[in-house]
């Protein structure tokens, strides 16, 4: 019975990662889309966010079928109600990662943000990759350095976050009222990517020390 | 054996209910502060979001014991997990209040969006809080009634956070980028704190119907 369990659990493991890896592909495409203009990349994202659900879903059911014949307690109970977690957090990401392909469609031929704030947006951008890549990373090996670059890399985008605001309520901006919308929804994508990474790196920290560090989710 | 954990199925019902009425007072509270301008309203609701997520997290300790000691399955393991996705999801709805609550701190002494949009913002506070009213009622009763109603609010929240973009974006609005921005977070806002209670009502008609109609939280 605890061989099975430990194979069972192993299984949630793997498909956390499957999904994170999807989660990568689709921030990875749907930044590129945003930064140059990309339609087709942008309408492949859209698409592709069905899997991401889908895998998503398929994981909660095997997690409540393993709580129903498996029966797990302590530490072993906390990592599958914890796969549940990670799981809503990723389908999340997937989500808002589809939102900045969205932006990338409405706008396309144009650029969804004017000149001055595209530095700005290229690195929200890399930093979401980054973060999704160390995620999927964290999530194979539970190598908890992953955790902490997660967070210092979350601070960063935070800052960015700020910056655009101050970009757009400053007395330079020209942007018209399109443009000011765009660059608030975008932004504001961009750090709940960030944030749903930062609370999945909680959730495997508090597996890994038993040490709470916040967040409901 | 049985008894108990029915009792116990109640106490997590009713702590539910309880977070559930905590939302209802915040949005209550924050969409007046917001419409009104109203400080000492919007530090209450920032203050008091605290216990909302002090709530969530006690709830989500209580269904984790409950799934250790009780080893639920079937149904009644189906209903402990939605509680834990429930609960995640009131969690959110409180931080979206808070924000609301936040951007009408930001702008005191002014109002929060130009006079144009007031009416749009009143009726969106009004669609918010009447959800939170009915997803604790439909929590407390599970009168699936309720949860038709909160998809219909939810259809009417989504013409008007249209209806806000076409007003922010049309060529009569002479709004400052401050005021395109707050519109366009505020309008974000109030219609995912509503998405979160069709969520959550998708959850509980689930449980009663056992027939799934989407979403992974």
């Given amino acids: 019975m605890r061989e099975v369990f430990q194979q069972e659990l192993a299984e949630v493991q793997e498909r956390l990662v499957e999904i994170a890896a999807l989660v990568e592909i689709s921030i ?10 990309n339609i087709s990349l942008a309408e492949k994202v859209i698409a592709e966010d069905d899997k991401i659900d889908r895998a998503s879903l398929a ?12 029966q797990p307690v302590a530490r072993d109970l906390r990592i599958v109600v914890s796969a549940l977690r990670i799981s809503a957090s990723l389908e999340r990401m997937g989500d808002l990662s589809e939102h900045i392909a969205q932006l990338a469609r409405y706008r396309f031929p144009d650029k969804v943000v004017p ?20 995620l999927t990373e964290l999530l194979k090996t539970e190598n908890l350095v992953l955790a902490d670059e997660i967070r210092n ?6 800052e960015l976050h700020v910056g655009v605001f101050d970009a757009v309520l400053g007395e ?36 890994a020390t038993g040490e709470y560090v916040g967040s409901a989710v």
């Fill in 59 to 70: 994981l909660d059911e095997l997690a409540i079928n393993i709580l129903a014949r498996q």
């Fill in 172 to 207: 330079t901006w020209r942007g018209a009222a399109v443009d000011t919308v765009d660059a608030t929804l975008a932004s504001r994508y961009h750090e709940r990517f960030a944030d749903h990474a930062v609370t999945i790196a909680k959730n495997i920290q508090y597996l």
């Fill in 28 to 37: 990875q495409n749907a930044t590129a889309a945003f930064n140059d203009s």
């Fill in 153 to 158: 890399d979350d601070d960063r985008i935070d």
């Fill in 115 to 134: 000149k001055s704030l595209r530095g700005t947006f290229q690195e929200l951008g890399q930093l979401d990759v980054a973060i999704a890549k160390k």
